[in-house]
C-alpha cells in the first residue's frame, strides 16, 4: 500500500543580514523557543504525519568538534514522544558566526562532522535534508547580495553553491556511516516566469 507523505514544516532559518551585523533566529522570533510542545501538538492536531524540523544550526554548532544540544535534546526528545515522522533539516540558510560564511572553504567539511555527530547523537532519524534549498542559499547569498556573504558577484553565486553542494554530499555520507539505512530528501526551488505581456515577445517570421 502506498505511504503518502502528508508533511508540514517549523522554519529553522538562521541567515545574516547588515553584513553579518544581524542574525535571523526564526524559532526564536516567531516564539517557536517558548511554544515548542504546543507546536508539536497543533502539527499533530491538524493530521500531520511528517514534520520537517532542525535544530538551530548557529547555537547548536559551537566549534569545530563543539555542540550544544540543549535544545535539539529537548526539542528531538519532544518529538520522539509523538506521532511524528521527522525529517532533520541541519542546514536552513545560515551557519555558525566562527565559520563566517558560504564563501568559506572549511564550511563542507566541517558541517559533514557536524551532520555526523548529529547522527549519532539522535539515532532514530531516519530521514535528512542536510542543506536546504542550495540554489536559493547560494543565490541569496552570493548573488543578490541580501543575506551572510551579502555579494553580487558570479564569482561570490558559483563559490557559494559550489560549497553548499560539497557540504550536502559530503554530509549523507557522514550520515550512513552513522544510519545505512538513511533516506534523504532534498528540497529546491523550482521557479517559472510569466511574461507581464505574453505576447510582446513573441517570435515573428521575417
Not at 523557543?33 to 547555537?59: C, I, K, M, Q, S
Not at 533516506?183 to 516566469?193: A, D, M, R
Request: hydrophobic share 40%; glycine share 8%.
Amino acid at each position: 500500500m502506498a505511504h503518502f507523505m502528508f508533511a508540514t514544516g517549523i522554519e529553522n532559518s538562521n541567515p545574516t543580514l547588515q553584513g553579518g551585523r544581524v542574525q535571523v533566529d526564526q524559532m526564536r522570533d516567531c516564539g517557536h523557543d517558548n511554544h515548542y510542545e504546543l507546536d508539536f501538538d497543533l502539527a499533530v492536531d491538524l493530521g500531520v504525519n511528517t514534520l520537517r524540523y532542525g535544530a538551530p544550526l548557529h547555537r547548536t554548532f559551537t566549534g569545530p568538534g563543539q555542540y550544544d544540544w540543549t535544545f535539539a535534546d529537548a526539542t528531538f526528545g519532544a518529538l520522539r514522544r509523538r506521532p511524528l515522522l521527522v525529517i532533520a533539516d541541519l542546514c536552513h540558510f545560515g551557519v555558525p558566526d566562527w565559520l563566517g560564511d558560504f564563501q568559506n572553504p572549511d564550511f563542507p567539511e566541517q558541517f559533514a562532522a557536524y551532520a555526523g555527530a548529529f547522527a549519532r547523537r539522535y539515532p532514530w532519524v531516519q530521514l535528512y535534508t542536510p542543506v536546504n534549498e542550495l540554489y536559493v542559499c547560494a543565490l541569496f547569498s552570493g548573488k543578490y547580495g541580501w543575506w551572510n556573504e551579502a555579494l553580487t558577484t558570479d564569482r561570490g553565486f558559483v563559490t557559494a553553491l559550489k560549497h553548499l553542494v560539497r557540504a550536502n554530499v559530503l554530509a549523507m555520507h557522514a550520515i550512513l556511516e552513522v544510519r545505512p539505512d538513511a533516506l534523504f530528501i532534498q528540497s529546491e526551488s523550482t521557479e517559472q516566469y510569466h511574461a507581464r505581456v505574453p505576447g510582446y515577445w513573441t517570435w515573428q517570421p521575417s
